[in-house]
């Protein structure tokens, strides 16, 4: 069977994320699951950040909900003071306030990248993590600088655009193809040099440094504009949600769906939105006292994974619409094969 060329699976999908968006337009999907599949695009999106730094260069990180919760706030102060309109957002003011989202965690990711990137495996992960915690105190106490963040009460009036879940799916179709392409480009197969073995890498001429910011740097900004898309989407933001807890969650994610492999992510994201949620649905009425235990469930899934298949559900495979064109080999014709022997 003949695979589909790249644009035509990306055409189809954007397809199918303008028919969800109708049903939902129309009433035929409720809010709440409205709701499940934009924050589904959200998790997807911040998880393939996390794969470019961890899954492509082994970049041990625990602060990307940190970078997440930058993104958004910065992204929900914009909107409140650019582009807001009755109970909504302007599309121009939205699609910046997404650029700036990530520009903005990008740059911070830089300035913390410079000093903290020298460090290794452990020792890199404590450093993200304080960052996380650091994060998390300062936008507690935000409302002393900036008051309409409300601090640690959390913000609120933050107005969503129309068509938000097309928003979201949009935004995630150009995040899987720009990690894509630098997944297969020659800076992407630096980076999976480096993740394998760093003093190999170094010996071999690969500026390591430089490519373990550019992944450090692009998987920041991936965070910043996943946080912009949950700040308009949810309307409201308080600092716990992005508390360095909920840094496990990209994590758990980009290891369940296997190391470097953008399938994975994808998909174990996609499963892990689903999982949840679809407890949280199942576990209601008079099951609502075991609610919690829905974070058991994924935890126990993801040891009985390690222990059966360690390397993830994909490893690092991709799948066939995601892998880049293979040069065909033409056979040699007759003549020019008797060609080929006169000469030697």
């Known amino acids: 069977m003949k695979k589909l060329p790249l644009w035509a699976v990306f055409a189809i999908a954007l397809a199918v994320g303008i028919l969800i968006q109708g049903v939902i ?21 911040s998880s393939l950040g996390l794969s470019i730094i961890y899954g492509f260069t082994g970049q041990f990180s625990l602060g990307h909900a940190a970078f997440m919760g930058l993104g958004a706030y910065s992204a929900a102060i914009f909107t409140h003071y650019v582009g807001s309109s009755g109970s909504s957002v302007a599309p ?13 965690s990008a740059g911070i990711g830089y300035l913390i990248g410079l000093p903290i990137l020298r460090l290794r495996s452990d020792y890199l992960g404590i450093a993200t993590l304080g960052f996380g915690i650091i994060v998390r105190v300062v936008l507690e106490n935000s409302d002393k600088v900036i008051p309409i963040t409300s601090g640690a009460r959390g913000m609120t009036g933050i107005k969503s655009p129309d068509l ?4 979201s799916f949009v935004v995630l179709l150009l995040g899987i193809l720009v990690a894509r392409n630098l997944r297969f480009s020659s800076p992407g197969r630096a980076c999976l040099s480096i993740r394998e073995d760093e003093t190999a890498a170094n010996l071999m001429g690969i500026d390591v440094t430089r490519y373990k910011t550019i992944a450090f740097v692009m998987g920041c900004a991936y965070a910043g504009v996943a946080g912009a898309l949950y700040a308009h989407t949810y309307v409201f933001l308080h600092p716990m949600s992005f508390d360095f807890i909920k840094s496990f969650d990209p994590l758990l994610i980009v290891v369940l769906g296997g190391l ?3 399938s994975g992510t994808i998909v174990a994201g996609a499963g892990w939105v689903a999982i949840l949620e679809g407890l949280r649905m ?8 075991y609610l919690e235990w829905r974070y058991v469930i994924y935890p126990v899934v993801l040891i009985i994974m390690m222990i059966l298949r360690p390397q993830g ?13 293979e040069a065909e080999e ?11 022997g006169a000469h030697t």
């Open 25 to 45: 337009q129309v009433g035929l999907v409720n809010a709440y699951l409205a709701l499940v599949l934009s924050y589904m695009c959200i998790m997807i999106l």
């Open 164 to 167: 938000i879940f097309l928003w």
């Open 92 to 104: 121009w003011a939205f699609l910046l306030a997404l650029i700036l989202g990530g520009v903005f």
């Open 330 to 340: 033409k056979p040699l014709s007759a003549g020019r094969v008797e060609a080929n």
């Open 313 to 325: 559900l994909f490893g690092t495979n991709e799948m066939a619409f995601l892998k880049p064109k």
């Open 260 to 262: 470097g492999s953008l």
């Open 282 to 289: 199942l576990l209601s009425g008079d099951l609502a006292q």
